[in-house]
């Protein structure tokens, strides 16, 4: 009967964890989307005290004894071991941090992102800089409880967004990056110099009610399931899922900008179809989902290898035409892809070309290792930051609201979550290459097909969820580990 | 140390109460307003769960004991002792149900609902009348569970909804209804016969998107803040809240229709700005919103005391005929004010106007009277329900659509809610004229001040939130307990 026992336990606490879970989840999602204002604090103690007994249903009493006999047990399904594992993971991660200094941190990043958006509006990262010092603190003791022989602490934070990833191998990667992009933004920046893109089209006025319109349309037409999600709006796009058959997107409507909600949509489209894509009983546990990496390279394939490309407007380029005719009407499709594709170096992120994307990465990875090592302090950050800009990129923040305060992250607590973005960009390349030797796909999209390309994600990637990370599921598909040259010569065959 | 143990205990008791109660208020919230179709299943799993750690929280050992020390305590406040009152009431009322019947009745209920909606579909009674008997015979055995000397079983469920409130009292109240409003109706009834009032102008094409601006912007003119609340759509509109600081209404439109939604509006405002009124140290708790008479008087007051009279809509009539001009235009105030006061006897309760509103209510208390203590059985119901509209209303219903499977109620399980509609109707007409004596109402009313009407409310009703229940605060308001003949008076004044 032993064996009974414990599994009940075990489902027990799934059934738990899921329920809180998800509870947490709706709250986030409520409150980015259409929480009042002034709601803030109150609801926010009821979630603290979910959040807080989340972490106690892995304090329980014995749960360690069953994650061992749960992985050990022979007629235990491989599903269940591996839940097992992420469970034991999780337990780890949670308890790690004595329970009155996860609270503090819990109340201090709470605090702190109001704050950070107080010095961004005021563009004084003086005034936010005693914050991030103590954020920072915290976690690199944080990332001391969680030490093990020959992990950096950065390490330690890498390897909770992309399991396996460390400084090591991301110094290599980022190397290899630098070395393929800076060329290329040079000749980028010298033609630029000589004739500019043309793309003002794109920011004249388009009524928002039919934005909301033309954008829904663009999320179904690449399969985004309505009767299995929701398509709404927030301050800035994300996506969430309470599981497969509950899925989540926003975008943004600027009344000035027809691009911005236009590929935040096929960005977090990109997002939601790979939740909904999740398999059946994966969905909703803690292998539910996807890592951050593959996440992102799901957003990025969408926004990137198939929305910024000539073969896939070239079916629906007609119906964006004539829903904003008085705008769009005279300007030929290649003239649009010029747009959509043009690069120039910025000093934003999330206004970055795919071009120069990741050396806004690349910037804010050398200034986490320093930060996390002790090599450079919280004092020296703007400094540094002005002058990484000035050297990969050329430009200079005009304020700190355009340059170090830039980014929320930081001030939720979250180190080594930037990387994500890169190796997402990295993943789609090398999965489209692998895609393209299997069938035309600029064909499909000349035919307006997207079923045989999500298809194929969805099966090789997609139905997996968290339970394999990047490097597992690039091994499996295209044979090699993750190979930063797809990524290099992509871009190299759109801006050479 | 004993004092500050209990109240450690019962503090954090508390605190998890209204986490996990605020989080199950969201699930529904979202449930009825945004979750798509396919969610149903595993959403329902997750809150299953969440429901199930509510019971759990009250049951855990030691709590009766708790409950009774901060009642007893000598150093703990009255707000306390009050939580510790309701609280120790919702206890019994949990755990008088076992565990396993509580999880059965949930199940039967959660599919009950599904299979209520498509026998109202098809119109077919028969189909629903088997879910019907096992609900009902279910929550008259959990009505024997708590049985009390000299409380029938349909008592126990009228004192959920409104304490203290039985079939021995209600029998009266909807008895002297019942005079006061049949030979209104008859005379309603020939004057129709004579000329009918006009209304077709209600029922033209309205744009939805002007709906919206307009009812947003008079859910504002009545006080609703938005700040502090969402308003939002729904299939039926309806209230809730998380806490005083985000409460949330609904209204629905209709291409053909502008009267529905202006007047979901009014009567949602009005639960709105009831617990926007809350009291900082109860909402959210347990003695939070209101209890259901109250709330219904809070809503009918909004909606007929003040929305279906002239000087309400005399500031703002030009307004409404300016943003429907083509179908408003030529219309006058007094043909305006004549079409949303007609009355007209049909067979559906929420559409019925304010006349004959109570006699629906009277039919299903009379039924549910009968139900409860075994006089009517369910295969007898949809023939009782029919004879009991013909004897009232004058009318027979052509389908179980529009007749016995109209309402969602009882699919839930709900038995003893219905006549809080009426008991809210009375209370507002009681609170109307004594306010009247206070303030000229409808001089206010013409200038457009409704802070002074929502402030008399404010002070006298909505700040004490459900701790005070309906005979409570008309005492302390109006020196006398719920008495109808407030409703017939008003009733009588407008349909003489």
Known sequence: MEKCDFEKVFFDFLERENALRTALTLFDWDNETLAPEAAGERTAKAYGVLSAAYRELFAQDGLEEIFAKVKDGRDVSSLERALARRAERERKKLLAIPKEEYRRFSELTAGSVQKWSLAKKQNDFASFAPVLEEILDMQKRFASYRAEAGRTPYD??????????????????????????????????????????????????????????????LAAYLGFQFSRGVFSESEHPFTTSLHRDDVRITTHYYQNNLESAIFSTIHETGHGIFEQGNAEELTGTL???????????????????????KAFWEPIYGRLQRTFSEQMGRISLDAFIRAINRSEPGPVRTEADELTYCLHIIVR???????????????????????????????????AGEGVLQDIHWAMGEFGYFPSYALGNAMAAQLYAHMDREMNVEELLRKGDLDRISGYLRERVHRFGA??????????????????????????????
Chains 1, 2 share one sequence.
């Not at 320093?370 to 990484?388: I, T």
């Not at 990370?469 to 759109?494: H, P």
Request: proline share 1%.
């Open 365 to 399: 990875y050398e200034l986490e290792k320093g930060l996390m090592d002790g090599e450079l302090s919280v004092r020296d950050l703007e400094g540094e930051w002005n002058r990484l800009y000035g050297e990969y990129l050329g430009v200079t923040p005009k304020t």
């Open 467 to 496: 339970s394999k990370g990047m490097e597992e599921l690039l091994l499996e598909i295209t044979g090699e580990g993750l190979n930063a040259e797809y990524y290099i010569e992509y871009l190299r065959k759109k801006h050479k």
């Open 156 to 217: 330690v934070f890498l390897s909770d967004y992309e399991e396996g990833f460390t400084q090591e191998k991301l110094d290599s990667f980022f190397e290899e990056l630098k070395k393929g992009i800076l060329p290329l933004v040079a000749e980028v920046v010298r033609r630029n110099k000589e004739r500019s893109v043309s793309c003002d089209f794109l920011f004249q006025n388009y009524d928002v009610e039919k934005q909301r319109h033309w954008n829904k349309w």
């Open 287 to 309: 292998l539910g989902g996807g890592t951050c990496g593959v996440h992102e390279s799901q957003s990025r394939f969408y926004e990137n290898m198939l929305g910024r490309s």
